[in-house]
């Protein structure tokens, strides 16, 4: 008989999501003196991802698509022509093996409304710091 492999998690620890910090951060995209201020036309996404954090409809763990105010479904996202704000989160490991030290990121991706995949890229490792020798 074959040994049965065992395969870990990529990302064993489990996921911690502030909402209160996430609140806030989008209060930050409305006020207009914020480097990354988002478009009026996203304005009433983000209003309502706000009440849906507020109201304890929404946990930060899960994906969700809002598109003119209302909550609608991925493909309802991608096939739409308006504006849509996406709150989707995303776990990055850096490898051990690789050179980097096991901590695991919690990342807020704002995901463009004509991709369907995460994606990070190697400009955007210089964020998650402590990189110097890391080769994954």
């Known amino acids: 008989m074959a040994n049965e492999i065992?395969?870990?998690?990529?990302?064993?620890?489990p996921a911690v999501f502030d909402v209160q910090k996430r609140i806030q951060t989008l209060h930050s995209y409305l006020d207009p003196k914020n480097p990354q201020y988002q478009p009026?036309?996203?304005?009433?996404?983000?209003?309502?991802?706000?009440?849906?954090?507020?109201?304890?409809?929404?946990?930060?763990?899960e994906h969700v698509y809002?598109?003119?105010?209302?909550?609608?479904?991925?493909?309802e996202a991608?096939?739409?022509?308006?504006?849509v704000w996406s709150e989707l989160r995303?776990?990055?490991?850096?490898?051990?093996?690789?050179g980097g030290d096991g901590t695991v990121h919690g990342i807020i991706a704002m995901?463009?409304?004509?991709?369907?995949?995460?994606?990070?890229?190697?400009?955007?490792?210089?964020?998650?710091?402590n990189l110097q020798s890391y080769t994954g």
């Open 111 to 129: 995901n463009d409304t004509g991709s369907d995949i995460l994606m990070l890229f190697d400009i955007d490792m210089f964020f998650l710091g």
């Open 6 to 13: 065992k395969i870990s998690p990529g990302i064993p620890i």
């Open 78 to 83: 991608f096939k739409g022509s308006a504006w």
């Open 66 to 75: 809002i598109m003119d105010g209302v909550v609608v479904t991925q493909e």
């Open 40 to 61: 009026e036309q996203q304005h009433s996404n983000i209003q309502i991802a706000i009440k849906l954090y507020e109201d304890g409809q929404m946990d930060g763990l």
């Open 90 to 98: 995303m776990l990055v490991r850096l490898a051990p093996h690789r």
